[in-house]
């Protein structure tokens, strides 16, 4: 079975807080994404990497930073929390070469 | 970069009529095509995909066609079931070496017992 982990489904942070958001896959795939899903804007891409240490900005990239220290890993990290990055977030992963993307199963984040 | 048009955003079909979803891209270097599922409460999932050497990709009820000279693609789901009601968004990949999928912002699917 897939295993996509994000660390918590639900998370509730403060204006100004740093908030870390994890993924975590056992595939050994080279790819991994980071999107938010807001209704009626589908999924956005934030920042993606294609290995260990690689990082490359999406389209929404303002805000957020991303660290990945290891492959199976990807880190999704916001600076200082801002009420318009209250989202579902979603991360994706799949081996390179265009191949079926998987994802885990979301962190609602909800910024007060 | 990539653009994604996604039509129509809302779709409500009687069952077992057939239910079409298109979208356009912008990149004509664009060349993967997946379509993903996603019900209620779940996370995306994969349903079919298509690669611009293909004009056409059939699996069961579904199939997706390719129109590269017009940038366009579609989802066909014939004979279409209850369980088939959920959110759809077709996206777009440049290949090997730059896979940044971009997607269309969604089609809920609603089928009418």
């Known amino acids: 079975d897939v295993k996509v982990t994000q660390s918590s489904r639900y998370l509730v942070k403060r204006t100004g807080e740093k908030v870390f958001l994890e993924c975590v896959q056992d595939m050994d795939h080279e790819n991994m994404f980071w999107y938010r899903q807001d209704p009626g804007l589908g999924l956005r891409l934030i920042y993606f990497?294609?290995?260990?240490?690689?990082?490359e900005k999406g389209d929404i990239p303002e805000g957020y930073s991303v660290s990945r220290e290891k492959k199976e890993r990807f880190s999704l990290i916001l600076e200082s929390a801002s009420t318009n990055q209250t989202s579902m977030y979603l991360c994706?992963?799949?081996?390179?070469?265009?191949?079926?993307?998987?994802f885990g199963q979301g962190t609602r984040l909800t910024v007060v | 970069g990539e653009n994604v048009e996604q039509h129509p955003s809302t779709l409500s079909v009687q069952e077992g009529d057939s239910a079409v979803i298109k979208c356009t891209y912008s990149d004509s270097a664009s060349n993967y095509f997946p379509w993903y599922k996603q019900e209620l409460g779940k996370r995306p999932q994969l349903i079919i995909d298509i690669r611009s050497n293909v004009g056409e990709k059939k699996d069961q009820r579904i199939a997706v066609t390719l129109n590269k000279t017009a940038k366009h693609f579609s989802l066909h789901i014939t004979e279409t079931q209850p369980e088939d009601s959920a959110v759809y968004f077709c996206a777009a990949s440049l290949g090997f070496g730059n896979e940044k999928l971009t997607f269309g912002t969604g089609t809920r699917l609603t089928i009418i017992p």
């Open positions: 990497s294609y290995d260990v240490k690689m990082k």
């Open positions: 994706a992963h799949w081996r390179r070469g265009n191949t079926e993307a998987f």
